[in-house]
């Protein structure tokens, strides 16, 4: 399926925007613009956020693996010195011992509670990218006000995908975590690595479908379905951003892993700044995303969907404007442009305009008479 197919496929209508202007400038530099000016309110927005909806995702992400750890390691249930599985007299415990209790206690209470965790930290996200969606529009946001309005336009789509994306993860987590039970106890197979990669893939690709997923529910008055295809679209259109976001996303969360100096950092850079940092990220890739592919063919195909666009100092509109046509005549967005216009009009391509002719005018003798 070529590119012109996939964008054909795409969904398009007007944004919720309220404010008018140039407003598709969403890349890394305008995003981090955005952040300097409103460090502050995301602060506070951040904070509500945590304290209402991801303090127990937080707990279960960085905590409760370390504290299971060392209740089952650390305090008396098992004695090991070193890794060879020699205790103290009178008791002998292994390390494949220690990690079957272990893992038991994460497939009976850990896994069900981090999934449950996950649906109120995602339902939250409703008022998060409404903020976030006005503060890369450039509109007017009260942090307190506007998340809690966000929670009430958005609750529905949002709610739907928490609970879609729980239920996800929890089959994932305890197929990740079967598998690494079998790698600790040296019992891993070939089966399994192949699931665990697969189930490695299927999250990669599945959070690379909520950075549009989420952003479109704030910035467009579709349907489910609609904005579930679009972000599926945009994945496979714009795959390099999508899954080079998703990772950053994920690996943020993974590095907590690595220490537990740096598991705690991790934990306090969510719990003051983390989740908004996240959002921006995700609302400037999708809002770029929606800038070059809807917008044009919204306002450019669609009957009634044209904007005169603002001109810019130092610019003169009709060149700009001229040099931005010729620019996408060629390119996949201007054929999917010109192909859904076609649509829109019963499928009569518009006729060329044509040139008038020229009315042959009567030559006058200025020459003086004698």
């Keep these: 399926?070529?590119?012109?197919?996939?964008?054909?496929?795409?969904?398009?209508?007007?944004d919720?925007?309220?404010?008018?202007?140039?407003v598709e400038q969403h890349s890394v530099k305008h995003a981090m613009g955005v952040f300097s000016d409103n460090i502050r309110k995301m602060l506070l927005m951040n904070l509500v956020y945590c304290v209402i909806f991801a303090l127990p995702f937080l707990f279960c992400v960085f905590i409760w693996p370390m504290l299971a750890k060392n209740y089952y390691f650390g305090n008396g249930n098992f004695n090991f010195i070193g890794q060879v599985g020699i205790g103290y007299p009178g008791v002998v415990n292994t390390m494949a011992?220690?990690?079957?209790?272990?893992?038991?206690?994460?497939?009976?209470?850990?896994?069900?509670?981090?999934?449950?965790?996950?649906?109120?930290?995602?339902?939250?996200?409703?008022?998060?990218?409404h903020c976030m969606r006005g503060y890369m529009w450039?509109?007017?946001?009260?942090?307190?006000?506007s998340f809690f309005r966000g929670i009430k336009r958005l609750w529905l789509p949002f709610l739907v995908t928490a609970l879609v994306f729980g239920a996800f993860m929890c089959g994932v987590l305890y197929g990740a975590y079967w598998h690494i039970s079998l790698l600790k106890a040296g019992a891993a197979t070939a089966g399994s690595w192949v699931l665990f990669i697969a189930l490695i893939l299927l999250t990669w690709f599945a959070v690379a479908v909520l950075v549009y997923l989420l952003p479109t529910f704030a910035c467009y008055r579709l349907k489910l379905v609609d904005s579930v295809k679009n972000s599926c679209l945009f994945v496979?259109?714009?795959?390099?951003?999508?899954?080079?976001?998703?990772?950053?996303?994920?690996?943020?969360?993974?590095?907590?892993?690595?220490?537990?100096?740096l598991n705690y950092l991790i934990a306090l850079f969510f719990l003051g700044l983390g989740f908004a940092f996240l959002s921006g990220i995700w609302t400037s890739?999708?809002?770029?995303?929606?800038?070059?592919?809807?917008?044009?063919?919204?306002?450019?195909?669609?009957?009634?969907?044209?904007?005169?666009?603002?001109?810019?100092?130092?610019?003169?509109?009709?060149?700009?404007?001229?040099?931005?046509?010729?620019?996408?005549?060629?390119?996949?967005?201007?054929?999917?442009?010109?192909?859904?216009?076609?649509?829109?009009?019963?499928?009569?391509?518009?006729?060329?305009?044509?040139?008038?002719?020229a009315i042959p005018t009567k030559k006058a003798n200025y020459k003086r008479k004698k």
């Design 285 to 357: 890739t999708a809002q770029k995303a929606f800038g070059n592919y809807i917008r044009p063919q919204f306002e450019g195909a669609v009957p009634g969907g044209a904007k005169t666009a603002p001109a810019r100092r130092g610019v003169n509109p009709y060149k700009d404007a001229k040099a931005k046509k010729k620019a996408q005549e060629n390119s996949a967005i201007g054929v999917a442009t010109r192909m859904r216009a076609e649509e829109n009009g019963d499928g009569a391509p518009a006729a060329a305009p044509q040139k008038k002719k």
């Design 138 to 145: 450039g509109e007017n946001v009260r942090p307190i006000k």
């Design 16 to 22: 919720r925007r309220t404010n008018t202007g140039e």
């Design 97 to 129: 011992e220690g990690y079957k209790v272990l893992f038991e206690h994460y497939f009976r209470l850990y896994i069900p509670v981090l999934s449950a965790s996950i649906v109120p930290m995602v339902f939250g996200l409703s008022g998060m990218f």
């Design 236 to 261: 496979l259109i714009l795959w390099v951003s999508a899954l080079f976001t998703a990772a950053f996303s994920i690996g943020v969360f993974l590095l907590g892993q690595l220490g537990t100096i």
């Design 1 to 14: 399926m070529s590119r012109v197919d996939l964008l054909m496929k795409l969904t398009v209508d007007r």
